[in-house]
């Protein structure tokens, strides 16, 4: 019997190495998982060790003619697997040969000293045979693998961790680079930047406007914090200018209103239609399909009623075809859609039947900044579907957190229009400017 341990990854790469050293007709004996590697108990690698045996070929001998000895089996078959049944009667051979007084092969006592059932030789069959069913429960108990099964399941988890662990230390390296970085920065811009972070801003939006702000000045050294502010500040407005949408454009004729529930959607349409009728001097017309919330039409009614506007209610794709058919005189038609549960796909969806894509038409997606920026994120896209053209944020006065709209800027192609600082209407309704952001992202003035 050979007997060889393997230390491999996937129990596929064990089984092409135990074909290769011990041929097709080998066993697995025993398979236990193993880490190694690793720095301070981190980071270490899972393996897996396999003890694989095969009974070697013996060479053809003239064998002397023995007294047959029935020798009861040491392993019950229905118990214990093949492998141990053959270690069992490779045992019980080189019995029959020392009683016989025979000397044994010192290949084949090699392989008896190697099987898991090696022990001194003693002249007793019934002691052997004892001490080899008092291991019958732990080789029962042992899992047996064949070569034909894989582990596929288990490859791709320990995949998974892999990849898991890079990222944290691709992250931790990057966390030690920065702190490197940061040492160098004058304490004048360190101070602009823990602002920042404190404002929501992400880590990698936060480091190019540094980069950038440091490269403005030939000794960062001599950096007053009057200069590191205006740097900063330039950096921010210079990411500002190509993302601001303004308000509606004089060409459309359409615009769809979106956005998860509880984000000032009714509201906002009401301040849109007033700036548009007071200052443009639009004719201005509503329609809703907002019929799930109680009162939602009311709400729209009651704006409409005071602006002088006519007002559509609608359920379904022909209802909306017949309204923009009776408001065809306007000069501009805001829709009032249902605010739906983002995390609901199927809701979500519905909405795509009613925001059909028009000429002169635009998609305003409405976020509030008291949700998080996590949200904010999933919002936009489950809502990037439509397409969408431009965003609104409301409730800037209920919040002195700011980041999360440069955040959402940066990775998505959407343009900031307008911004809401309470609930008057039309009063309360801002189209912001680079300037302004930038002062507010800096604390310098409050919405």
């Known amino acids: 019997m050979r007997v060889k341990r393997y230390i491999v990854d996937t129990m596929p790469d064990a089984m092409l190495k135990i074909r290769t050293d011990l041929g097709s007709d080998a066993v697995i004996l025993s398979t236990k998982e193993l880490k190694t590697g690793g720095f301070l108990g981190m980071f270490q690698k ?7 045996a095969v009974e070697k070929e013996q060479a053809a001998e003239p064998v002397k003619a023995q007294p047959e000895i029935n020798i009861p089996a040491a392993v019950p078959k229905r118990v214990v697997p093949d492998a141990y049944r053959k270690s069992s ?9 020392a009683l016989a007084g025979e000397p044994t092969d010192s290949a084949e006592g090699n392989s008896v000293a ?3 059932f090696s022990a001194p030789l003693e002249p007793s069959i019934s002691d052997q045979a004892q001490s080899s069913l008092r291991h019958v429960p732990f080789v029962a108990e ?38 490197k970085e940061m040492a160098t920065l004058p304490t004048s811009l360190v101070e602009i930047a823990d602002h920042l972070k404190k404002q929501g801003l992400d880590q990698e939006l936060l480091d190019s406007w540094l980069s950038e702000a440091m490269g403005q000045f030939p000794a960062p050294e001599l950096i007053t914090n009057v200069d590191a502010k205006a740097a900063m500040k330039f950096q921010i407005e210079q990411f500002t200018q190509s993302r601001i949408g303004g308000g509606i454009d004089p060409a459309t004729k359409i615009v769809y209103v979106a956005g998860p529930t509880g984000v000032g959607k009714t509201t906002t349409i009401a301040k849109l239609a007033a700036e548009q009728l007071f200052k443009y001097k639009r004719k201005v017309g509503l329609i809703t399909s907002d019929t799930y919330r109680i009162s939602a039409v009311e709400q729209l009614r009651t704006y409409a009623s005071i602006l002088g506007v006519p007002l559509e209610v609608v359920q379904s794709p022909g209802d909306l075809q017949r309204s923009l058919q009776r408001l065809a005189e306007c000069d501009l038609i805001l829709m009032d859609t249902a605010g739906r549960n983002y995390r609901n796909e199927l809701l979500v969806s519905e909405l795509q039947s009613l925001l059909a894509p028009l000429e002169n038409s635009e998609t305003y997606l409405v976020l509030s900044f008291t949700s998080k920026t996590e949200d ?24 002195g957190s700011y980041g999360a709209l440069f955040n959402l800027l940066q990775e998505y192609p959407l343009r900031l229009s307008y911004m809401t600082n309470g609930q008057n209407v039309p009063d309360d309704l801002l189209m912001p400017s680079p300037d302004f952001l930038a002062n507010l992202l800096l604390g310098d003035i409050l919405p």
Do not use: C, W
Request: a negative charge.
């Open 46 to 52: 899972k393996k897996i060790e396999v003890i694989a």
């Open 89 to 97: 009667e490779a045992f019980a051979e080189s019995m029959r040969q």
């Open 114 to 116: 190697s099987t898991p």
């Open 142 to 179: 042992q899992p047996v693998y064949k070569a034909s099964e894989s582990n596929g399941a288990s490859q791709s988890d320990q995949q998974d961790k892999l990849f898991e662990e890079l990222r944290e230390m691709k992250k931790m390296m990057a966390d030690l680079s920065r702190e």
């Open 376 to 399: 904010m994120r999933t919002i936009t896209e489950h809502f990037s579907k439509y397409p969408l053209d431009k965003v609104i944020f409301t409730k800037a006065d209920e919040t």
